[in-house]
Structure formats: C-alpha cells, structure tokens
Antibody, heavy 115, light 106 residues
Framework: EVQLVESGGGLVQPGGSLRLSCAGSGFTFSSYEMNWVRQAPGKGLEWLSYISGTSSTIYYADSVQGRFTISRDNAKNSLYLQMNSLRAEDTAVYYC????????WGQGTLVTVSS | DIQMTQSPSSLSASVGDRVTITCRASQDIRNDLAWYQQKPGKAPKRLIDGASSLQSGVPSRFSGSGSGTEFTLTISSLQPEDFATYYCLQHSSYRTFGQGTKVEIK
C-alpha cells in the first residue's frame, strides 16, 4: 500500500523551530517529486515547497522562503521540512504530498505556534 | 507568481443538480491544472489532472475542461458523497491552489 506518514508536529513558541518528517512506503520514493502543503484552521490549502526526486530542483512559496527548508533522504524514504522563525500564522495542519505522476497525501500533522 | 482565482467560494445545490466551478489563472498555464476534492478532516484527493484527465476510480460525473487561463470543473449530477470543498491547483510554475469552493446541501 502506498503511504505517506507525517510526524514532528506540536506546540512551539513564536520564533521557535520545528522539523517535520514524512515517511514514504509502498513505492519507489526516490522516483517521485514531493511537496509540503498546509491548511490553517478553517482555511484553504496553501502550497509551501517542492523538491524533485534527486533534490536537484527545489521551490518555495514566498510566504516561507528563507524560513523553511525542504530536504529528503531517499535512502531513508523520508522527506523533511525544517521550519524556523515560526509565527502565529504558521499554525496549520501540514501535509506531505506527491502531486505529480502519483497523487498521494499523508494524514497531516498539526503545528501550533503560540506562547 | 501565478495567481489562481476560483469561483464561487461556496454554493448550495441539491442532489441531481449540475454544478460548475471555475478557476482563472493570472497567466497562461497551458493545461497544467488539477482539481482536488477535500472532505472535512481528510487529506485532499485528486480528481482531474491535465485539466481534463479523470483520475482512475473517479466517477465519470466529474469532468474538467479549459486551457490557458480559464478552467472548469463540472459535476453532471451531484451525489450525496460529492458535498465537499474543491480546489484547483496549477503546476505550470511552482504550484498555486485556488481559494476553494465549498459545495453545500441546499
């Protein structure tokens, strides 16, 4: 079964950092581009970042450029999102997703930025 | 950056109704557009990619059309399980979601 499972969410203070992880299984992880997408409470979907299968191409949304870093370790079938300088408006459910040749999403992990 | 303007933001419809949702891109995205369905508390699910290619397992009452800057998702006969929020996504340059359309029961 093709599956993505996020972890690493939680409560963090404004200005703090958090690292999200996403474990893939049931498919050849290195062959697929991956993304991070978030959804603030009661709001729509916001694309955050993209990474190609070989990590050679990386994109960020303006809202997180310079604060968030996407990376992957194909040997571990894992995707990461390092989030620094967190703000209250970063509070959201964060999804990892392959939205290319294969469409597969994780269940999401909640990040709450609050003092 | 490419902006996606989706309309309407919400609509009320009855079972059996024909429903149309529109997305407009701020610049030409060819047919690099997907449509997603999201139900409360669940991850989104892709219905259509390439503007008009139905994903495997998606009912044929869903269809997509358009190219360039104007795109449409049509549900030909709304079913109870179709009440959800729908998003367009452009993947021509980076990625951008539309604001979403919530389809509610009339």
């Amino acid at each position: 079964e093709v599956q993505l499972v996020e972890s690493g969410g939680g409560l963090v203070q404004p200005g703090g950092s958090l690292r999200l992880s996403c474990a893939g299984s049931g498919f050849t992880f290195s062959s697929y581009e991956m993304n991070w997408v978030r959804q603030a409470p009661g709001k729509g979907l916001e694309w955050l970042s993209y990474i190609s299968g070989t990590s050679s191409t990386i994109y960020y949304a303006d809202s997180v450029q310079g604060r968030f870093t996407i990376s992957r370790d194909n040997a571990k079938n894992s995707l990461y999102l390092q989030m620094n300088s967190l703000r209250a408006e970063d509070t959201a459910v964060y999804y990892c997703a392959s939205m290319g040749r294969m469409d597969c999403w994780g269940q999401g992990t909640l990040v709450t930025v609050s003092s | 950056d490419i902006q996606m303007t989706q309309s309407p933001s919400s609509l009320s419809a009855s079972v059996g109704d024909r429903v149309t949702i529109t997305c407009r891109a701020s610049q030409d995205i060819r047919n690099d557009l997907a449509w997603y369905q999201q139900k409360p508390g669940k991850a989104p699910k892709r219905l259509i990619d390439g503007a008009s290619s139905l994903q495997s397992g998606v009912p044929s009452r869903f269809s997509g059309s358009g190219s360039g800057t104007e795109f449409t998702l049509t549900i030909s006969s709304l079913q109870p399980e179709d009440f959800a929020t729908y998003y367009c996504l452009q993947h021509s340059s980076y990625r951008t979601f539309g604001q979403g359309t919530k389809v509610e029961i009339k």
